[in-house]
């Protein structure tokens, strides 16, 4: 479904992404773990047309989509989530599912709002409140929600945990979870590794913006160098080379 094929790319003079290659299948969770730094965030970035690659190529379904415009990779079927709170606090919950579905004219979006309501009950309750006055729990749902009136094929979300309770952080992998099973492809980079993990199919772990560990998810979930491995020591021999 996605493939980074020998990816360079950066900010200007420094590069982040080394010669980077993977592939992420589809219907499958993929989390990003790494030191920070390691090139997580960027892949995303680079994913969604952010980033121009300086080489190599950016796939999906094996049609070269390397630094094709936003507009372009949600009519594909991509759709980002950024790290963060990106609402418009003023608008209602409504208005900001509205934004949401700028590109796909008001009729489908109007047509499209209950059924992504339907995974967030508590968003549902508070349609008509101002975005700010949400927890930022419900905030993440509706930033989700926002992404998901898109039906995408890819969604790319960059750490989901950030200022959420234990708790609602178990729900938002929870959707993951189920979005996945219904066949979107989803790219993850949490910083909760540990239950993230327990929620994905596969993990890719990157240092200096290079591939050095791609393996199951149960697999280094049960591996006791889990910890050192996402704290930067995944070139040590055990886990030198990628599955």
């Not at 920070?36 to 379904?61: E, H, I």
């Not at 790290?83 to 949401?100: A, D, M």
């Not at 066949?183 to 994905?200: D, I």
């Amino acid at each position: 479904m996605i493939e980074f094929d020998d990816v360079v790319a950066g900010y200007k003079d420094f590069m982040i992404l080394n010669n980077l290659s993977f592939q992420a299948k589809q219907g499958a969770i993929t989390l990003l773990i790494g030191p920070n730094g390691a090139g997580k965030s960027t892949v995303l970035k680079t994913l969604f047309g952010l980033l121009k690659p300086r080489q190599g190529r950016v796939l999906l379904d094996g049609v070269d989509i390397s630094g094709a415009s936003q507009k372009a990779l949600l009519a594909k079927g991509i759709a980002f989530v950024p790290q963060g709170r990106n609402l418009f606090g003023q608008l209602s919950v409504f208005e900001n599912l509205e934004l949401g579905g700028i590109t796909l004219g008001m009729k489908t979006t109007h047509e499209r709002i209950p059924e992504v309501l339907d995974f967030f009950p508590r968003v549902k309750e508070r349609l008509h409140s101002r975005a700010s006055a949400l927890s930022g729990g419900e905030q993440k749902q509706l930033e989700i929600g926002r992404a998901l009136l898109l039906r995408p094929k890819v969604l790319l979300i960059d750490e989901p945990s950030i200022g959420l309770s234990p708790m609602v952080v178990q729900d938002v992998f929870k959707l993951l979870r189920k979005l996945a099973d219904q066949g979107t492809t989803v790219l993850m980079v949490e910083q909760n590794v540990k239950s993230a993990l327990a929620f994905s199919d596969d993990a890719i772990a990157l240092e200096s913006g290079r591939l050095v560990l791609h393996k199951p998810a149960s697999d280094i979930l049960a591996d006791p160098n889990m910890e050192r491995l996402f704290l930067g020591g995944a070139h040590t021999t055990s886990a030198a080379a990628p599955v």
